[in-house]
């Protein structure tokens, strides 16, 4: 079993910076993948970025490529995501998402995540 908290999200005006957090606990077997998934109201639930924990392979969405970066502290056992350059369209509700399957780790159309956070809201404003 694998329990995931985010942490981090709030409001921010256009331009600015967020960092996300993810602390996993559990069997790191059970998060070989670790990503973001962000749901804004009214729209279905996308993909932002994975890593895939043993070797570092990282995956963006197009829209958020350049602008966001997913990174990993082993020792933590935690993920960010470090989100720059904000816009309004990044308002959303954002999930940690984890899996112990490793073909899961390539595309974010690909992951089948096994297990959720309980989601942080981040709110972008113009």
């Known amino acids: 079993q694998v329990q995931l908290v985010e942490s981090g999200g709030g409001s921010v005006q256009a331009g600015g910076s967020l960092r996300l957090s993810c602390t996993a606990s559990g069997h790191t077997y059970a998060r070989k993948c670790m990503a973001w998934f962000r749901q804004a109201p009214g729209k279905e639930r996308e993909g932002v970025a994975l890593?895939?924990?043993?070797?570092?392979?990282?995956y963006y969405a197009d829209s958020v490529k350049g602008r966001f970066t997913i990174s990993q502290d082993n020792a933590k056992s935690t993920v960010y995501l470090q989100m720059n350059s904000l816009k309004p369209e990044d308002t959303a509700m954002y999930y940690c998402a984890a899996t112990p399957r490793d073909s899961s780790c390539s595309t974010l159309h690909e992951y089948e995540a096994y297990y959720w956070g309980q989601g942080t809201q981040v709110t972008v404003s113009s």
């Open positions: 890593i895939s924990t043993g070797g570092g392979f990282t």
